[in-house]
């Protein structure tokens, strides 16, 4: 009977164990998922309005070339009938206005639907002659009002926005002026980013206008409605193709309107949308979701683990404490079998026991004493191999992340100046690149003194140079449109005893803390005062950001020490560190409301009359 209760409990106690571990895995697993979906929907949430920004910019941009257009007096002459004027001097006029604006054509339309010029009258898909009377973007000009059309073009199948504006002549409408945008530009740019992320815009009607992925244009991820067939078929809208479903499955929907959807190759991506209201389209950003689901895996086999561990280290407890318990019992049961025995010997071996016992309190205090001391000194070695470790590999990715975005930007840049032949641009792109490899090269050598010091006594610097091959890598990064730079040079050159690499690795942390200090879209001020007073060289660098935390004052050249949610904490330090190497100093203050705010760095050397480097 015993048996049989502690097999039945035995069972009962695995089946609880298991379940509980199922739930930890379990729980463990969504609650990490859900962290990491939090953090990729607050990120594609963030780039997605960043895409939208770009559409809007890029079609904004051409909105004021068909009103151009129209009031030009030419075009009404020709429109009014008016005059001596020939649609051949209007279409040299649009090829021009075409040629300056970078847009894909713009025309003329007459108030019966037919194409009187366009800028693109010499090719063999030209718009003249061909009628366009079905389209909206006509229609509603001739109405009045501004047209804006997405469509492939029935001449040239060649997808583009379409914009118009129509003609007036003594208050009355006399024809359209119409603006075409290529927006294929985008979708390259989108696709040259890689596999991390994927851009699809959808229409009104739920077609895929543009998409990084090329196999997705001009797809459904829903049926169109009879009304809506109708529509495009009349409008020709998208001649040629198919709109044929794009195989997708909806996994989970989010109350935002996000939601987790499988496409056509069983991938799982997270879909985030914006809504670009002035063109009623949908711009949705998809992040495929391996490296969540992998990490929420991980953590709840972790977790699963380490409860295990727990459970098993709890059994074990439990079976100690029942042989402790046993043991107690029969020393026990011993001890009152000796008592006499023990009574009669104690008088005699009490001194001699006091004796033992201070001496084994004396050994064992000893024992435990140097048990401590070794375990601080292997800790004590351990953390500093550690912290050695990682403040190297941290400085040197720190060190190399800024010229390694300049050298991405410049290789892009070269690739385009090529394929366009301009040679000369190329080249100065190249020789740039040559720089910045340069500087990489100087980096990755410092690794070589980590055990021994490096010698840059006699090296010296041209504090304007430096700065402006800072400003150059500066001016290729995202965001440099918003900085104003303000400098203000000595007629002399000053020259300190600096290495120039290093010297521009401090300009370089400097502007981009300025830079960052002050949130998008901002503008951001930077004034560089250099001058030299005495034997010392001084240099400010003031930005118009909210400064330095008065409490972050006495530590913001300390290592790994920042006030930003991201960053190493290293930049200042490892300035700091250079400056104090060249025998000079580097201090911060905030200036004053009068002064005009914002944070100001000062850096002070001895002024050398020759430069060594």
Excluded at 282 to 311: H, P, S
Excluded at 475 to 492: C, N
Aim: proline share 2%; aromatic share 8%; hydrophobic share 45%.
């Amino acid at each position: 009977m015993a048996l049989r209760n502690w097999r039945s409990n035995r069972r009962l106690g695995s089946a609880l164990a298991a379940c509980s571990l199922v739930l930890v895995a379990m729980s463990t697993y969504a609650f990490v998922r859900s962290r990491h979906l939090d953090e990729l929907h607050r990120t594609l949430a963030s780039r997605a309005e960043v895409y939208g920004s770009t559409i809007g910019g890029v079609i904004d941009r051409y909105e004021f070339l068909p009103l151009a257009v129209a009031q030009s007096d030419l075009v009404k002459a020709l429109l009014a009938q008016r005059g001596d004027v020939s649609a051949a001097e209007v279409n040299t006029y649009l090829e021009r206005i075409n040629r300056r604006s970078g847009a894909f054509a713009v025309y003329v339309i007459g108030l019966d639907g037919t194409t009187l010029a366009s800028s693109n009258w010499k090719e063999s898909t030209s718009y003249v002659g061909q009628n366009y009377g079905f389209r909206p973007y006509f229609k509603l000009a001739a109405g009045g009002d501004i047209g804006r059309y997405y469509g492939i073009g029935v001449s040239t199948g060649e997808a583009g926005y379409f914009i118009s504006q129509a003609v007036w002549w003594h208050e009355r409408v006399i024809g359209v002026a119409v603006a075409k945008v290529s927006l294929d530009w985008l979708e390259r740019s989108w696709r040259s980013h890689g596999d991390s992320e994927q851009i699809l815009v959808k229409d009104g009607n739920g077609v895929i206008l543009l998409s990084s992925i090329a196999a997705f244009k001009f797809k459904l991820q829903a049926p169109l409605s009879a009304a809506a067939q109708r529509s495009i078929r009349e409008q020709r809208q998208f001649q040629g193709e198919d709109l044929a479903l794009l195989p997708h499955a909806v996994r989970e929907r989010f109350a935002d309107g996000a939601s987790v959807i499988s496409l056509g190759n069983h991938a799982d991506y997270l879909a985030v949308s914006h809504r670009l209201a002035p063109l009623e389209w949908d711009i949705t950003v998809l992040a495929e979701l391996d490296q969540v689901q992998a990490a929420a895996r991980n953590a709840a086999v972790a977790a699963a683990l380490g409860w295990a561990l727990l459970m098993l280290g709890a059994l074990y407890a439990g079976q100690r404490r029942s042989r402790i318990r046993d043991r107690l019992n029969a020393q026990q049961a011993l001890g009152r079998a000796y008592a006499e025995l023990e009574v009669k010997v104690a008088q005699r071996t009490a001194d001699l026991q006091n004796a033992n016992l201070r001496l084994q309190a004396e050994v064992s205090e000893r024992e435990r004493a140097e048990r401590t001391l070794r375990q601080a000194q292997s800790e004590l070695v351990q953390s500093g191999k550690l912290a050695a470790i990682g403040q190297m590999a941290a400085g040197v990715t720190h060190e190399l992340n800024q010229p390694l975005a300049a050298l991405q930007t410049f290789s892009d840049n070269t690739r385009v100046l090529l394929a366009r032949g301009r040679i000369d641009d190329a080249l100065d792109n190249l020789s740039t690149i040559a720089d910045l490899v340069k500087r990489l090269g100087y980096i990755t050598s410092q690794l070589k003194g980590f055990a021994r010091r490096s010698d840059d006594s006699n090296q010296s610097a041209s504090v304007r140079t430096a700065f402006a091959q800072t400003l150059l890598q500066i001016r290729t990064r995202r965001g440099a449109e918003r900085l104003v730079l303000s400098e203000d040079w000595p007629e002399e050159d000053l020259i300190v005893p600096c290495n120039p690499i290093r010297l521009e690795q401090v300009f370089s942390n400097l502007l981009s803390n300025a830079m960052e200090a002050v949130p998008a879209p901002g503008g951001v001020r930077i004034a560089v005062v250099a001058r030299q007073e005495g034997d010392r060289v001084r240099i400010e660098v003031t930005d118009n950001g909210p400064g330095v935390p008065a409490a972050s004052l006495d530590r913001i050249f300390e290592p790994f020490y920042t006030t930003k949610e991201q960053g190493l904490g290293l930049g200042l330090s490892i300035s700091a560190g250079i400056i104090r190497a060249a025998g000079g100093t580097l201090a911060v203050r905030n200036r004053s409301a009068d002064e005009g705010g914002g944070a100001q760095f000062i850096i002070s050397f001895t002024c050398q009359k020759e430069s060594h480097a």
